[in-house]
């Protein structure tokens, strides 16, 4: 028998809601406070990026996959954090990257090396600037995460603030080797699935033993039998918020 959990809006009104709006830029979020949030306290911030099928314009879809994690009474209670999770438009994309359609549905990615951000970066990159100048921010915690589009994204938010972040995890994301140098120096645990049929695990596996070689930490978890949505069993690890949580910047 295969029960089918439908996840309502209900199930996330503990995240407010949010926007940054200044300039040319725009983008709307959702956003996780700690129970029993002190301002006057500092907390580490997660940053946490879609996959493209969560785009949208009513700040309620990316937090499918994900938001339920952070809800979780025990993670609330070993690591009070504050958690973001921002919506990308529907006509946009988190990362620089070329998408090629193929036959049978199956598309190929072509990322770009440098180049300027796409409009959702942009007003994302500012969003973070403008959110960590916040008085409760721990700016040694700082942290971002994504899944597939996000886990592009993440790569290249990443490359655009290497200053910023402590630590970062990746999902079933890709990026072109030769921006690896910029971000090098990041602690990243990287996942993919090993029957990945959307974006291609070679994408991760090329980055991760190019770090190897070059950077300063770098975990790679493949599951062989996982398709696409490889962040159910990333999310399942039990050291996934201990090893992510456990980093600080110098």
């Not at 879609?50 to 314009?57: D, I, T, V």
């Not at 796409?118 to 995460?145: C, R, S, W």
């Not at 589009?149 to 990026?175: H, S």
């Amino acid at each position: 028998m295969t029960f089918i959990i439908v996840l309502k809006a209900q199930d996330f009104n503990q995240y407010a809601s949010g926007n940054y709006i200044k300039g040319k830029d725009s983008i709307y979020y959702r956003i996780l406070f700690p129970d029993n949030f002190n301002p006057s306290q500092k907390y580490p911030v997660v940053f946490f990026l879609h996959g493209s099928g969560e785009r949208g314009s009513n700040n309620e879809s990316q937090l499918v996959h994900g938001g339920k994690l952070f809800l979780k009474d025990d993670v609330r209670k070993k690591f009070p954090a504050i958690i973001i999770f921002p919506q990308c438009p529907a006509n946009d994309y988190w990362a620089n990257v070329n998408i090629i359609p193929k036959n049978q549905g199956k598309r190929s990615f072509s990322f770009i090396e440098g180049g300027k951000p796409t409009k959702a970066m942009h007003a994302l990159k500012n969003m973070v600037k403008d959110f960590l100048k916040k008085p409760f921010v721990n700016k040694e915690q700082i942290y971002v995460g994504g899944l597939s589009m996000g886990g592009m994204g993440t790569f290249e938010l990443l490359r655009r603030q290497r200053k910023t972040f402590a630590a970062a995890i990746t999902i079933c994301g890709g990026d072109n080797t030769n921006n690896i140098e910029k971000y090098k120096k990041i602690p990243l645990w990287i996942f993919h699935g090993g029957k990945d049929d959307v974006v291609d695990p070679a994408f991760s596996i090329a980055i991760s033993e190019r770090l190897k070689t070059v950077g300063d930490e770098v975990k790679f978890t493949l599951y062989p039998n996982a398709n696409h949505n490889s962040w159910d069993s990333a999310f399942a690890e039990p050291d996934l918020l201990p090893w992510l949580f456990g980093h600080k910047k110098n």
